[in-house]
């Protein structure tokens, strides 16, 4: 079965930075892609970095420049580096793992950006 267990939220203050982790197992992990969606109080969950298995990663627009996406396969793990976090960036953070057969979710980590 697969899971995915994400660690790294936290309160940090404006221009502060965080890493995420997503622990993934019970898959071939180096074969799939892996995303980021975040999803703030009173809004829809949204994408916010996606990592193909190749390594190519693509960033909605609000974090481009800020955040980063990159992978270790050797170690099942996904991260995101988090740059210059603003209050906006408050949100609970998921990552998803895509199957032709089914999407996986982690149970989310909160990242709160606040002086």
């Known amino acids: 079965q697969v899971q995915l267990v994400e660690s790294g939220g936290g309160l940090v203050q404006p221009g502060g930075s965080l890493r995420l982790s997503c622990v993934a197992s019970?898959?071939?992990?180096?074969?799939?892609?892996m995303l980021w969606y975040r999803e703030a109080p009173g809004k829809e969950r949204e994408l916010v970095a996606r990592i193909t298995s190749l390594g190519t990663t693509m960033y909605a627009d609000s974090v481009k420049g800020r955040f980063t996406s990159s992978r270790d396969n050797a170690k099942n793990t996904v991260y995101l580096q988090m740059n210059s976090l603003k209050p906006e960036d408050t949100a609970v953070y998921y990552c998803n793992l895509p199957t032709a057969r089914k999407e996986y979710w982690g149970q989310g980590t909160q990242v709160t950006v606040s002086s």
């Open positions: 019970g898959t071939v992990f180096r074969m799939y892609a």
